[in-house]
C-alpha cells in the first residue's frame, strides 16, 4: 500500500473520451475536459455519484492579441469569449449542471502565432479569469499549471514575481509523472511544482498510473467533498441538452440575490437544497477572508525575499 493511498483520488478525463462507469471504479472524483463527449461523461460521472470538476485552458493569447495588454479594453464577463465557453458547459436553460468545481489549465504562454507571452501577463490573464469563474459560478476553483510559463525566454524578474504571486494566491495543481504502485504514486514520490516557495499550497497532483491519467488531492475524501460542498443525495439532476447550444438562454441574474418571494404574505420559502448553496457560500467566503490575510503576510515575505 502506497502512503499516498489515503488521499482522494480523481480521474482525468480528457476531450473525446468516453467515460464509463467502469473506468470510475477506484476513484473518487472526475476531472472532466470540456469539448466532445462533455454532457455524456458529466452524466455517467453522476449517475456514478462522483463529482465533476470541469477541466478548461486559459488562452492568453486572447487578451493579449485584442487588447495590446491594456486591460482596460478587456470585456466584461458577459462579453468575455472564454465566459461565454463555460456558461455553454456549466449552464442549460439558465440552470446550473451538476459541476462540481472548476480547473483551470495556466499552462499556455503563447499567442496564436506562436510568439510567447510574458509571465505578468500570463498571470494576469489567469487571475483574471479565476476570479469571473468565482463571481459569476461560486464554485471552489483550482489553477492547474506546468512549468512553461515559467520557461518563457523573455521572462524578467518581474515576470518571475508576477507568476510566484499567482501560485502563492490561489495555490496549484501541476503534473509529475512518478513511478506508481497499485494505482497509486510509490513511496518517497511527490509532485514537483512550478513554485515550491514558502507558504505554496497544493492541490492536485496529475500522474499516470494503469493507463489513466489520475490526479492525487491533497487530502482524503471527505476533505474533498467539504471543499467542493459535495453531497450526491442534493446533487442537482443532469439536464443531457447539447452544451454547445448557444439558444439556451443563460441566467445572469446574481446569484448571492434572495430568493424570489412567494404569494402568501411575502415571506422568503428557502427549501433544503437552497439552504444547503447558501451555507456552502458562506463557509466559501469565510475561507476566502482567512486565505487572504494568509496571502497577504505571504506576499510581504516573498517581496522582502527579493529585494
Known sequence: MSQWSTRAKGIFVNEGTKLTSEMLTGFDVAVIKVGVNFTDNLQIAYNNKKPVILFYENAPGLYVESAFNDMS???APNDDYQIKELDKYIFSGGVKRAIAGIMIDGS??????GHEIAGQWVAKTIQHLLDMCWKRYLLPNYLYMNNNPFKVTTNTDNDIFALQSLVITNGISSPTFVATIDGYPADGTRPSLPYEG??????FWLYSASGN???IYNGDKNTLYDELGFVASITDPIDTTDPIDTTDPIDTTDPTDEPNQDDS????VIDAETKEYLRRI???????AEAEERQA???DKLAGVLK
Open 198 to 203: 514558502e507558504g505554496v499550497k497544493w492541490y
Open 73 to 75: 479594453r478587456w470585456a
Open 297 to 299: 503576510d505571504d506576499l
Open 213 to 215: 491519467m489520475s490526479f
Open 265 to 268: 404574505g411575502g415571506t422568503f
Open 108 to 113: 499556455v504562454c503563447k499567442e496564436s502565432n
Open 282 to 288: 458562506a463557509e466559501a467566503e469565510e475561507r476566502d
